[in-house]
Nanobody, 123 residues
């Protein structure tokens, strides 16, 4: 089973952009539906975006639908979350997760998770 590794987090000013990357060590992402979730301090974990195994279908959570996109590159065995027009309320730890069948906004259905990457949006 792949171990997921997130990268690309950091601090950015409101209105800025970041691209998060999810890769795997000891395995491959290419056989899994993948998703991004986030969790801010003292808040519930929140679905952000998901993408199917073939990369042709995806689903973006309503709070970020007009600003974030998810994609994957099977040649690089990676999944990306492009975040634009970032707002302070986007501040959270962002996690990627995978599962063997179709994607879902339900975090409980995902079999494996990364350790997370922190995104902080502040001026």
């Amino acid at each position: 089973q792949a171990q997921l590794v997130e990268s690309g987090g950091g601090q950015v000013q409101p209105g800025g952009s970041l691209r998060l990357t999810c890769t795997a060590s000891g395995g491959s992402l290419n056989y899994y539906a993948m998703a991004w979730f986030r969790q801010a301090p003292e808040k519930e974990r929140e679905f952000v975006a998901a993408i199917g195994i073939n990369g042709r279908s995806s689903y973006i959570g309503e709070p970020v639908r007009d600003r974030f996109t998810i994609s994957r590159d099977k040649t690089k065995d990676a999944v990306y979350l492009q975040m634009n027009l970032l707002k302070p309320e986007d501040t959270a730890m962002y996690y990627c997760a995978g599962r063997e069948t179709y994607y879902s906004p339900n975090a409980d259905l995902y079999n494996f998770w990364g350790q997370g990457t922190q995104v902080t949006v502040s001026s």
